[in-house]
Nanobody, 121 residues
Framework: VQLQAFGGGLVLAGGFLRLSCAAS????????MGWFRQGPGKEREFVAA????????YYADSVKGRFTISRDSAKSAVYLQMNSLKPEDTAVYYC???????????????WGQGTQVTVSS
């Protein structure tokens, strides 16, 4: 599976961005799709994920209510709508594909190249 993430940028606090992740290769619906982020000097952390079986969405507590993950199976794409952005959301955002527990980094075998999100105060 090849993943390509894009849509990052520079935004003021309180603003919004929409990240996209295009997948190609193996059957899209067989994977859990997730977004992770890595801020300066920090570990890579889970942000959100979406699964097909069972059908569900999962969020880190820090983004719940502000971020929304969605998918378009016809386009083999996953999106992350990020609203009410905060400076602490600044990070490189990665999309990933895997199988297993959606919130665990170890569940993901395939990673995109990352896209930078910078939120200024």
């Amino acid at each position: 599976v090849q993943l390509q993430a894009f849509g990052g940028g520079l935004v003021l606090a309180g603003g919004f961005l929409r990240l996209s992740c295009a997948a190609s290769g193996r059957a899209f619906r067989s994977f859990v799709m997730g977004w992770f982020r890595q801020g300066p000097g920090k570990e890579r952390e889970f942000v959100a994920a979406i699964s097909w079986n069972p059908d569900g969405t999962y969020y880190a507590d820090s983004v719940k209510g502000r971020f929304t993950i969605s998918r378009d199976s016809a386009k083999s794409a996953v999106y992350l709508q990020m609203n009410s952005l905060k400076p602490e959301d600044t990070a490189v955002y990665y999309c990933a594909a895997g199988q297993g527990m959606p919130k665990y980094r170890s569940s993901y075998s395939y990673w995109g190249q990352g896209t930078q999100v910078t939120v200024s105060s």
